[in-house]
Nanobody
Framework: QLVESGGGVVQPGGSLRLSCAASGLPFSRFSMAWFRQAAGKEREFVAGSSWLGGTTNYTDSVKGRFTISRDNSKNTLFLQMNSVKSDDAAVYYC?????????????????WGQGTQVTVSS
Protein backbone atom coordinates (compact mmCIF):
# COMPACT_ATOMS: atom_id res chain seq x y z
CA GLN A 1 0.00 0.00 0.00
CA LEU A 2 1.21 3.48 -0.87
CA VAL A 3 -0.21 6.52 0.90
CA GLU A 4 0.66 10.04 -0.22
CA SER A 5 0.48 13.11 1.98
CA GLY A 6 1.65 16.69 2.02
CA GLY A 7 -0.46 18.14 -0.74
CA GLY A 8 -2.26 21.42 -0.35
CA VAL A 9 -2.40 24.97 -1.58
CA VAL A 10 0.88 26.66 -2.43
CA GLN A 11 1.59 30.09 -3.85
CA PRO A 12 3.50 30.46 -7.10
CA GLY A 13 7.18 30.42 -6.23
CA GLY A 14 6.52 28.58 -3.01
CA SER A 15 7.56 25.15 -1.78
CA LEU A 16 5.83 21.96 -0.81
CA ARG A 17 7.07 18.55 0.31
CA LEU A 18 5.12 15.45 -0.60
CA SER A 19 5.56 12.15 1.18
CA CYS A 20 4.60 8.61 0.25
CA ALA A 21 4.52 5.99 2.97
CA ALA A 22 4.81 2.39 1.86
CA SER A 23 3.59 -0.68 3.68
CA GLY A 24 3.20 -4.32 2.80
CA LEU A 25 5.78 -4.30 0.04
CA PRO A 26 9.58 -4.54 -0.04
CA PHE A 27 10.06 -0.81 -0.46
CA SER A 28 13.86 -0.94 -0.39
CA ARG A 29 13.85 -3.25 -3.40
CA PHE A 30 11.45 -1.17 -5.45
CA SER A 31 12.16 1.65 -7.79
CA MET A 32 9.75 4.48 -7.07
CA ALA A 33 8.38 7.43 -8.95
CA TRP A 34 6.10 10.41 -8.73
CA PHE A 35 3.52 10.99 -11.44
CA ARG A 36 0.96 13.75 -11.70
CA GLN A 37 -2.31 14.26 -13.46
CA ALA A 38 -3.83 17.66 -14.06
CA ALA A 39 -7.51 18.09 -14.81
CA GLY A 40 -8.28 17.00 -18.34
CA LYS A 41 -4.77 15.74 -18.99
CA GLU A 42 -3.04 12.40 -19.04
CA ARG A 43 -0.97 11.17 -16.15
CA GLU A 44 2.66 12.15 -16.61
CA PHE A 45 5.96 11.16 -15.10
CA VAL A 46 7.53 13.70 -12.76
CA ALA A 47 10.50 12.06 -11.06
CA GLY A 48 11.91 8.62 -10.39
CA SER A 49 14.33 6.97 -7.99
CA SER A 50 16.19 3.70 -8.22
CA TRP A 51 15.82 1.29 -5.33
CA LEU A 52 18.80 2.66 -3.43
CA GLY A 53 18.19 6.24 -4.52
CA GLY A 54 21.49 6.47 -6.34
CA THR A 55 19.87 7.07 -9.71
CA THR A 56 17.20 9.69 -10.14
CA ASN A 57 15.51 11.12 -13.21
CA TYR A 58 13.16 14.00 -13.81
CA THR A 59 10.91 15.31 -16.49
CA ASP A 60 12.41 18.42 -18.04
CA SER A 61 9.81 20.82 -16.69
CA VAL A 62 10.75 20.14 -13.06
CA LYS A 63 14.52 19.75 -13.32
CA GLY A 64 16.28 22.08 -10.92
CA ARG A 65 13.07 22.72 -8.97
CA PHE A 66 11.93 19.32 -7.69
CA THR A 67 13.96 16.73 -5.83
CA ILE A 68 12.98 13.11 -5.31
CA SER A 69 14.46 11.27 -2.38
CA ARG A 70 13.75 8.23 -0.27
CA ASP A 71 14.39 6.90 3.20
CA ASN A 72 14.45 3.14 2.92
CA SER A 73 14.75 2.78 6.69
CA LYS A 74 11.33 4.44 7.00
CA ASN A 75 9.78 3.08 3.79
CA THR A 76 9.07 6.61 2.65
CA LEU A 77 9.43 8.46 -0.63
CA PHE A 78 9.60 12.23 -0.84
CA LEU A 79 9.18 14.92 -3.44
CA GLN A 80 10.52 18.34 -2.55
CA MET A 81 8.85 20.91 -4.75
CA ASN A 82 10.48 24.35 -4.95
CA SER A 83 9.74 27.36 -7.12
CA VAL A 84 6.31 25.95 -7.79
CA LYS A 85 4.54 27.14 -10.92
CA SER A 86 0.88 27.17 -11.88
CA ASP A 87 1.55 24.33 -14.33
CA ASP A 88 2.53 22.13 -11.38
CA ALA A 89 -1.03 22.01 -10.11
CA ALA A 90 -2.25 18.42 -10.28
CA VAL A 91 -2.98 15.30 -8.32
CA TYR A 92 0.37 13.74 -7.47
CA TYR A 93 0.72 9.97 -7.25
CA CYS A 94 3.56 7.83 -6.03
CA UNK A 95 4.13 4.56 -7.80
CA UNK A 96 6.36 1.54 -7.32
CA UNK A 97 7.76 -1.22 -9.47
CA UNK A 98 9.88 -4.23 -8.61
CA UNK A 99 12.76 -3.74 -11.06
CA UNK A 100 15.52 -1.58 -9.72
CA UNK A 101 15.35 1.37 -12.12
CA UNK A 102 12.50 3.83 -12.45
CA UNK A 103 10.93 4.34 -15.86
CA UNK A 104 8.76 7.13 -17.21
CA UNK A 105 5.85 4.91 -18.25
CA UNK A 106 2.90 4.62 -15.89
CA UNK A 107 2.10 1.18 -17.30
CA UNK A 108 5.39 -0.14 -15.91
CA UNK A 109 4.26 0.42 -12.31
CA UNK A 110 2.23 -2.12 -10.39
CA UNK A 111 1.67 -0.19 -7.17
CA TRP A 112 -0.05 3.17 -6.87
CA GLY A 113 -1.16 5.48 -4.13
CA GLN A 114 -4.49 7.28 -4.06
CA GLY A 115 -2.96 10.66 -4.87
CA THR A 116 -2.61 13.99 -3.14
CA GLN A 117 -3.85 17.27 -4.58
CA VAL A 118 -1.47 20.15 -5.18
CA THR A 119 -3.15 23.47 -5.89
CA VAL A 120 -1.16 26.50 -6.95
CA SER A 121 -2.87 29.74 -6.12
CA SER A 122 -1.94 33.23 -5.06
Amino acid sequence: QLVESGGGVVQPGGSLRLSCAASGLPFSRFSMAWFRQAAGKEREFVAGSSWLGGTTNYTDSVKGRFTISRDNSKNTLFLQMNSVKSDDAAVYYCAGRRPTLATVFASDYSYWGQGTQVTVSS
